[in-house]
C-alpha cells in the first residue's frame, strides 16, 4: 500500500513503478518513476549522477543488481509513511511534464513472432502457397531497423515519400500501424558469446510500447530480396514509459505449443516468458483491435538467444521488438493491413471508412497485464498523428 | 612537397592525409592523421579537446568549413620547412602505434550497388529468371545492418554458428567476405528533411574500406521475407583509416549509363560522384580479385539521396556501404561466393583450394585511387584472420 492516493484503476500502482525521462520547462533531462498520475524525479530523490544523464542507459548499465536495489527503495519510500515528508515534494503531476525518449537506442532489431500475423501476409502476398515460409517455425526471424529514428510517443508521424512502384513517386498512400512490444537490453554482453534464454534477466531491463509505422508500398516495391528499408525507416515510435521486468513476474504464461520440435538453444519451457498483454489499438478514440500478446510464438528469451547465437553482441540500449502483434480474429490484428484485409474490407468508423491512416488521424495503442494480487500493470501508451507529407519540388 | 622524407609509393601521402583513432601503451584514444608511415597526434598538434574524445564523431559534427581548415592547418603544418621543429616531435611510427574504431556507428546501411555482384548472386540462387529483381535499377537496394558489431581492421573474425537448415545446428561451413567500401557520415539531418544528391559532400565526411563478414549458410536459410540478419549481423570490418572526400576529388568519375530513367531525387548528372578505386582482395597474401568501384551502378550521392527521401533523418557516424565491390571479369568478383560460384569452382591457392574461409585464413583488402598531379590515394587496410567456433555445449 503506497500512502498516495491514486487514481481509479491506475495501471502505474505500487507494482509497476515504470521508468522514463522527462523534464519541466527550464530543467534538464532526468530520470522519473511513474506513480499513479505523478512521476517521481529521481535525479532529486537520489542524488545519484546516474539519473541526471538524460537518459536510462547508464542505470541499465549497472546490471540487475542496481535495479532490484532501487526497485525495493523505490517501493520502501513510497509505502512507508516515514518517508512521505521527504518524497511527496519531489512528485510532479504527469500532465505538467514532458516525456522524452527512455533510451539512447543503440542497436534496433524487429522480430516477425505472431504467427497470426505472418500467416495473415503470407495469405494475402502469396496465395495459393503455405502461408508460412519453411523457416518461420525452426527460428524467429528478424531484421535490423534504423535505431537513429526511434522517437518518443506524441512525435509526429509526417507521412513518408518515395518510390510506389517503377517511376511512381509520391507520398505513401499505404500508410500503416504496427503494434508490438519491445524489449530493452540493459546489460552488454561479450562478442563471440551466445546470450543463452535462461541468461534473460540478467540482460534485459523492461518492455516498452512500439508502433512501427510502415509505408506498405514502398516497402512492397523495395523488399525483395534483403529486406524493408525505407518502407519502415522514416519513424519507430515507443512508449515513453519503461516497465521493469520485476513489475511482469504475474503475467508470465506458457507460449503456444510448438510445432516442432526446436533446437536446445531456443528451449525456453524451464523458465517460459510469454506474457500476458492485451494491446488496444485506437484510430480517432475509436477501439479498432485488441491483440492478445500471450499468443506470440516466440518469446523474448528466444529472440534474443536466436539474435546472439552467432556470436553478435548485445550493448546498453539495444532494442528489440516482437513484430505486428495478431491474434486469431479479426479484432484482434495488430495492423490496418490486417484489420481491413488489404484494403478489400475496410474498417467502418464514426470518422469514416480506413483500409490505410489519413492525414491526421490519430493512432494510440495502449496495454495492460496482470500484476501482483489482482492489480493491474499498464504501459502508458504510444500514441503519433499523421502529419502530411511535406511540399517538395516535384521529384 | 613535404618535409617528411615519405616512403616510395606510399598511399598516406600529403593529397590524403586520412584521420583514425591510435593509442600508444598507457596513453587515451586520440585522433591522428596519417602521413607516409607515421601518424601526427592531432590532440597534442591543435590543443583541441575534439581530438581527445576517442573517436571522430565530434570533429566530423562540426561539418565541412572546419574538416575543411583543419585539412588546409595539416597541409600547411606538413609543407612549410617552418613548422617542422613544432610537428615532428608529435610524430609517431605507424607501425608502433595501435590502431581503433574511428567511429562510433550510429546507423550501418548495407546497400547491394555492384550490378555485376547482385547479377551473379541472381544467376546463383534463382536460374532461369532474369538475375536482376525488377526494382533493381530504379533504386539502390538496401538494408540495415548491425551497428554494434561494427569493428576495426584486424579484429579477429570467430566463426558465427547457427541454424545451417531445418534441425540443423553448427558453425557456418560457407564463411565468406564481402569487399565494400563505406562511407561515413559526418552532418546529421533533419527528420522529415530528404537529403538531395547535391547536399552530398554537405554531409559525408570520408571513406573507409569494410568487410562484411557473411555466412552463406545462416543466411540462406533465414534471409526469406525479411532479409540477412544473423548471416552478416556477427563482425563487420572497416579500415582504420577515413580518407576525406576532400582528398577524393581526382578519383571522380561519371557512373555507369543507365538502363531507365531515373526519377529526379536519383539525378546525379550535374556533379557525378562515381570513384575510381581499385581494391585488392588477398586470402593469405594471395592476391584474388582486383574489384573495380568505378564500375558500380549506384553512387554514394544517389545512396543517400535514396535513403534520406522517406525523410529518415542522419546522424554523425552514420556508415553506410556499397555492397560488394564486383566487376564483370571472374577476376574481379568481391566475395568467395563468386570466386568459387557458390563452391563449383574451387579458387586453387598456394595453400589448397578455397570455396569458403578455412580456420586461420587471413583476408586482407587494400584499394587505392589517383590523386592530384599523379599522385596515388591509399585506404591503408581492412583485415581479419578467421578464428574456430568457441566450443560449447551441444546446441
Redesign the interface.
Known sequence: MTWLDLPDGTGFGITNLPYGIFSTPGTARRTAVAIGDRVLDLAAATGDPVHATGTLNAFMARGPAAWGALRRQLTAWLTDPAHRAAIEPLLSPRADVTMHLPIEV??YVDF?SSRHHAENLGRMFRPGTPPL???WT??P?????????V?VSGTPV?R????LG??R?GPSERLDIEAEVGFVVGMPST????VPVDAFTAHVFGVCLVNDWS?RD?QA???????????K???TSVSAWVVPLAALEAARVAPPARD??L???LDDSAAPWGLDLTLEVRLNGELISRPPFKQLYWTAPQQLA??T???????TG?LFASGTVSGPAGDQYGSLIELSWNGTAPLTLAGGARSFLEDGDVVTITATAPGPGGTRIGFGEVTGTVTPA?R????
Open positions: 543503440a542497436d516477425y515460409t519453411p523457416n525452426h527460428l526471424i528478424a531484421y535490423h531497423g534504423r535505431a537513429g529514428t522517437r509526417i513518408p515519400a518515395g518510390q517503377a517511376a513517386f562478442p563471440g558469446e551466445p509505408a514502398l516495391w523495395e523488399y525483395v530480396p534483403l529486406g524493408p528499408f525505407l518502407g525507416s522514416f519513424l516442432v520440435e533446437l536446445p538453444y536466436h539474435l547465437v552467432n556470436g553478435a553482441s548485445l550493448r539495444d511535406p517538395r519540388a516535384p521529384a
